[in-house]
C-alpha cells in the first residue's frame, strides 16, 4: 500500500478564499482523522471519521473549518472563508481502530493563508 | 480532556551521546506508542507497547510501558546526526482516538 496521501503538499492562498485539502487513507482502515500541527499547540486533533461517518468533530476550531468522507477512500477538510491564523500543517491519518492501533500519518499540507 | 506532559521540550546532544525523553499523564492508557517526525514529513511510528511494564527495543531505541499505565520513556542510545527530528508520545485508550504530546525536538551536533 502507498500509505496515506494527501494533496496538496503546499497550498498558500490568500485570505477569504476557500481552501480544500484532500486525502486518502490506507485501504481497509476504517478510522480517518483529521490533524492540524502548529508551533504553539503541537498536534490537535480537528475531526476523526468511522466507516465514512463523522464521529466527534469537537477539535474543529470554527463553522469555517467543515470536513466530509464520501467514501471510504477519499476525505476533505475545507475552510471557507481561510484566516491567516489557519496557517499551519494540516494532517490526514489512518488506522484499524480508534486508539488501540497505530495511526498512520501521511505526509501533510502546508497551508500558508496571506 | 487528557493530556500528556512530554519532556524535555528540546534537547540539544553531541553525536554518541545517549537520549532519554519521557511521557506521563494524569490518567491511565492501554497503549503507548511512539513516533518521530522528520522536517517536512508527518509522523512515522517507531514503537508500539502494548502491556504495563513492556520493555521494547528497536535498534538503537528502547522504549517502556510504565507499571502504573501513567508513562513511557524512549531512550535513543549512540546518537547519530539522522535521529533529529521531533518525537512524539501517544497514548492509546481503546475507544478514543490517541492523545499526543507536544513533541521533542531533538538536534544533533555532529
Known amino acids: 500500500d502507498a500509505g496515506v496521501i494527501q494533496s496538496p503538499r503546499h497550498e498558500v492562498t490568500e485570505m477569504g478564499q476557500e481552501v480544500t485539502l484532500r486525502c486518502k487513507p490506507i485501504s481497509g482502515h476504517d478510522y480517518l482523522f483529521w490533524y492540524r500541527q502548529t508551533m504553539m499547540r503541537g498536534l490537535e486533533l480537528l475531526i476523526y471519521f468511522n466507516n465514512n461517518v463523522p464521529i466527534d468533530d469537537s477539535g474543529m476550531p470554527e463553522d469555517r473549518f467543515s470536513a466530509k468522507m464520501p467514501n471510504a477512500s477519499f476525505s476533505t477538510l475545507k475552510i471557507q472563508p481561510s484566516e491567516p491564523r489557519d496557517s499551519a500543517v494540516y494532517f490526514c491519518a489512518s488506522s484499524l481502530n480508534v486508539g488501540g492501533a497505530e495511526a498512520f500519518f501521511g505526509q501533510g499540507t502546508r497551508l500558508t493563508v496571506v | 480532556g487528557q493530556q500528556l506532559n512530554q519532556s524535555p521540550q528540546s534537547m540539544f546532544i553531541q553525536e554518541g551521546e545517549d537520549v532519554s525523553m519521557n511521557c506521563t499523564s494524569s490518567?491511565?492508557?492501554?497503549?503507548w506508542l511512539w513516533y518521530k517526525q522528520d522536517p517536512g514529513e508527518g509522523p512515522v511510528l517507531l514503537i508500539a507497547l502494548y502491556k504495563a511494564g513492556e520493555l521494547t527495543s528497536n535498534g538503537r531505541l528502547t522504549a517502556q510501558f510504565g507499571i502504573t499505565r501513567k508513562d513511557s520513556f524512549l531512550n535513543i542510545s549512540a546518537s547519530i546526526p539522522s535521529d533529529v527530528g521531533i518525537y512524539f508520545c501517544?497514548?492509546?485508550?481503546?475507544?478514543?482516538?490517541?492523545?499526543f504530546g507536544k513533541g521533542t525536538r531533538l538536534s544533533v551536533i555532529a
Open positions: 501517544a497514548g492509546g485508550l481503546g475507544n478514543t482516538p490517541l492523545v
Open positions: 490518567s491511565i492508557f492501554n497503549t
